[in-house]
Nanobody, 122 residues
């Protein structure tokens, strides 16, 4: 089992920045990749970014490319999502997730955090 705990959400004005953190514990060795997803009210959960745990390669949704950066600190078993130039449409609950396989689809992910709210509003 793997446990994931997100932190760092909050209220920010358009154009502002936030950094989300996801601390992992448990059977980390079984994890191949860590991802961030988000879900806005009335919408399906969608992929945001993913990072491979060992080699560090990354991928992003087109909607966040160039604004968001995913990174990891394996010594701390923590993944980060730096979000810059935030827009109102980025408002959502952001979830950290871990997969034993890989990919960007929600069904690929085996473990999920509880989510953290990000609200972008003036």
């Amino acid at each position: 089992q793997v446990q994931l705990v997100e932190s760092g959400g909050g209220l920010v004005q358009p154009g502002g920045s936030l950094r989300l953190s996801c601390a992992a514990s448990g059977s980390i060795f079984s994890i191949n990749a860590m991802g961030w997803f988000r879900q806005a009210p009335g919408k399906e959960r969608e992929f945001v970014a993913v990072i491979m745990r060992i080699i560090g390669s990354t991928a992003y949704a087109d909607s966040v490319k160039g604004r968001f950066t995913i990174s990891r600190d394996n010594a701390k078993n923590t993944v980060y999502l730096q979000m810059n130039s935030l827009k109102p449409e980025d408002t959502a609950v952001y979830y950290c997730a871990a997969t034993k396989r890989g990919g960007v689809g929600v069904p690929n992910y085996d473990y999920w955090g509880q989510g953290t709210q990000v609200t972008v509003s003036s």
